[in-house]
């Protein structure tokens, strides 16, 4: 999967349909079609190699895990860039350089 410029992970899916149903920003209908075109995207399934190599970011940067899951699947589909307002902007985490888009 490398050399991916834009991918998904299950984990970036299940949090965009948690949160958009909990605030009701977006309709079912709306969820479904938005998962199907990002599931067209280079895509990385949660799997115990992403966990694993989810929780060695974790502890070596000392992050919360879902954020170093994110960075996980970043680096295993070869995305050089990881755009984030939560984490530290441009800082490399493994070989993902964290971006805050709205700087």
């Known amino acids: 999967m490398l050399g991916a410029s834009f991918g998904v992970s299950g984990q970036t ?53 879902y954020d170093a899951a994110l960075l996980a699947a970043a680096e295993r589909l070869g995305a050089p860039v990881f755009y984030t307002e939560d984490l530290n902007h441009g800082q490399t985490y493994g070989s993902v350089r964290a971006v805050n888009p709205f700087l």
């Not at 990002?38 to 895509?43: E, I, S």
């Open 13 to 65: 899916l299940a949090e965009f349909t948690a949160v958009s149903r909990r605030k009701s920003l977006v309709a079912d209908e709306a969820i479904a079609r938005w998962l199907a075109f990002l599931g067209a995207c280079p895509f990385l399934p949660v799997d115990a190699i992403h966990v694993r190599a989810g929780l060695d970011l974790a502890r070596r940067h000392r992050l919360d895990y």
